[in-house]
């Protein structure tokens, strides 16, 4: 079996006024936090942002930071190459429906929307781009 590195901003439909965020690495995770948002995110277009480095990985919502994490030495980091991905489901079997919330099916259809989707590639120096502690890129 094959454990992902994943870093997370999650809508969950029991509270539309907060997103979790949380990061994996090689499977673990148990880093979620909820981070009140002050807007119900399902009446507008918002802006999400997910900066990731060697050292650090920061999420943004309309520009505002709502989470910082730097790395601590020896900690385990996601490093493995990643992709983007969304989906909705029914997540009410977890916990009995207390993360999420439960599925009443009285609101559906679910409809999901997204505008203006980028997936900047920033620079980044590594190890292999360094001669003799020089980058030469």
């Known amino acids: 079996m094959l454990f992902q590195d994943e870093i997370d901003i999650e809508f969950l439909g029991k509270d539309k006024f907060s997103v979790q965020t949380n990061f994996f690495t090689v499977g673990c995770g148990n880093r979620e936090q909820m981070h009140e948002l002050g807007f119900n995110y399902s009446e507008d277009f918002h802006e999400y942002l997910i900066k990731w480095g060697p050292l650090t990985i920061e999420w943004l919502v309309d520009g505002k930071l709502i989470r910082k ?11 493995k190459p990643m992709f983007l991905y969304s989906s909705v489901w ?18 559906a259809p679910y409809i999901c929307s997204y505008r ?6 920033e620079n980044i120096v590594t190890e292999e781009k360094k001669l003799d502690g020089v980058s030469h890129e």
């Open 69 to 79: 994490e730097e790395r601590k030495p020896d900690e385990a980091w996601p490093e």
């Open 90 to 107: 029914d997540a009410s079997f977890i916990d009995e429906g207390s993360w999420a919330g439960k599925y009443e099916g009285c609101d």
């Open 116 to 121: 203006d989707i980028r997936v900047p590639v």
